[in-house]
């Protein structure tokens, strides 16, 4: 029994490598043909992201490049033009590969349940999930991501939202930029496969929320990780300063410097006064797409 597990592992090793190149050549082929030019069609129906991922009107796929940059693609299932209206936040959640029906025969951890388990350790080889904001591919803005102007009514229907439209059958590819929330697993790359959830349905954490949702290219990335880091794992300052990584082989030097753990405790300072003054967003965003479709 003890020479199971190994040889197992050997025989799918290649199966699961496999499994990852395939994935990654559908991926490049969608974002061969996709629109990156971001248009806002004013006559075609606005359906919330992940209201319309889950009525089946909008096929999502994504791609984490590295820890901090990945592509979102947004296919229209439909056969008319549709608006899409995009949250501030989103967070794309590791898929853990598997082969064949062996989801829980400990050759991948423990099963495919854990996909979805936050609290793991990633003993199962989950890795990071990644938190912050969508945007027009190409732009490094962080006033709007590069999102066309939307009319004020729709603002008012679906507030906090930005807006894209897709042709009919037609793919739009957009560019991610994020923070990672899982200190300790290992870190998102090309080879894995990703999901996108509402901040919602990943954290209650309202802090947390609006740190994700004030997201900005412009801001220090390693400022923005220290602070994720420290809201979403519990990390004091004291052990961010002591966290270290080899730029060069044998040498040690800090991950974060003292200036920007500095500013990452007044991102985390702005964030937490930022949550406390907004209003409560339980059930808000299901009022707003109910308003949107009554009118």
Same mark, same amino acid.
């Not at 359906?47 to 991922?53: A, K, N, S």
């Not at 400022?223 to 270290?244: D, F, I, P």
């Given at each position: ?122 003993? =199962? ?17 962080? =006033? ?16 906090? =939202? ?134």
């Amino acid at each position: 029994m003890t020479q199971t597990r190994p040889i197992a592992s050997r025989l799918f090793r290649p199966l699961l490598a496999c499994s990852l190149s395939l994935s990654l050549l559908c991926l490049v082929g969608a974002g061969t043909g996709s629109i990156k030019k971001l248009t806002l069609d004013p006559d075609a129906p606005v359906v919330e992201l992940f209201d319309g991922m889950e009525q089946g009107q909008v096929d999502v796929r994504m791609a984490m490049m590295n820890p901090h940059e990945g592509k979102v693609f947004f296919t229209n299932r439909t056969d008319k033009p549709l608006t899409v209206a995009v949250p501030k936040a989103v967070v794309g959640v590791h898929v853990l590969p598997q082969v064949g029906n062996n989801a829980g025969n400990g050759f991948f951890g423990n099963g495919g349940n854990n996909n979805n388990n936050q609290a793991n350790n990633g003993a =199962n080889g989950q890795a990071q999930s990644a938190g912050g904001a969508l945007g027009a591919v190409g732009n490094g803005n962080g =006033n709007g991501n590069g999102f066309p102007n939307a009319p004020g009514g729709m603002n008012n229907n679906f507030p906090g =939202n930005n807006f894209f439209s897709i042709p009919p059958e037609k793919t739009v590819q957009l560019d991610f930029r994020s923070v990672c929330l899982n200190h300790g697993r290992p870190n998102p790359n090309a080879g894995m496969k990703y999901r996108l959830t509402r901040v919602e349905s990943y954290t209650t954490d309202p802090v947390l929320q609006q740190l994700l949702e004030d997201y900005s290219p412009r801001t220090n990335k390693d400022v923005q990780q220290a602070a994720a880091w420290h809201l979403a794992n519990g990390l004091s300052w004291k052990q961010l300063a002591n966290l270290t990584e080899q730029r060069i082989p044998g040498v040690a030097v800090p991950l974060f410097t003292k200036t920007q753990l500095d500013s990452a405790r007044e991102l985390v300072e702005q964030a937490k006064q930022n949550a406390a003054e907004r209003p409560a967003k339980k059930d808000a965003a299901p009022a707003a797409v109910a308003s949107a479709r009554r009118e």
